[in-house]
Structure formats: structure tokens, C-alpha cells
């Protein structure tokens, strides 16, 4: 993956934007828990399967989030102070990661 252009967000997320994606992110580790368990119960491979579709889109919630914060703070400040390009083309190269 390229570098970064920032190492830091413009604005720094608020204690409360930190803890929503900690604990969605949380929530998402136990379910992969629960997917080794399966597993190691030997359960039937469609419910995992489900349970592997469910942690793929929670992950996605997660990243549409962030992205949605990046575009409304980051990509915005960007553009205001003549970085525009710079930081669309940084972005575009992580959606186009996330459509794989």
C-alpha cells in the first residue's frame, strides 16, 4: 500500500467516534471467535459461511464509516487548502482496494 500524504486526520475523532468503531470492531472480533468455534465443533459449513458473510459486511460498515468521516473532514479540508487532487486520488486508490 502507497503512503499515506497525512499521518493524522484534520480533525482529530471525537472520544465518541473512537468508542462507536472500537466497539463495532470489538463485536466483530467475537464473531470471529464464534466462527473458530464453529469450526472446532465441527459445525455445518453453510452456518458458518453465514456467519463469515455477517463479519464481511459488518467490516464494511465499518469502512463506509470511516470513509464517509474521511470525505467529510479529511478530503473537504484537503481541498479547501489546494491538496484536492492529491487526496481524491489517495482515496480512489483505497476504494478501488475495497471493491476486490
Known sequence: MADSLHQHPSKPRTKDEKQAVVNRLKRIEGQV????????EDRYC?????????????????GFSITERHIKHCVSDAI??????????ELMDVMKQFSK
Open 33 to 40: 471467535r464464534g466462527i473458530q468455534k464453529m469450526i472446532d
Open 46 to 62: 453453510v452456518d458458518i459461511l453465514v456467519q463469515i458473510s455477517a463479519i464481511n459486511a459488518a467490516l464494511k460498515k465499518v
Open 80 to 89: 479547501l487548502s489546494g491538496e484536492g487532487d492529491q487526496t481524491i486520488e
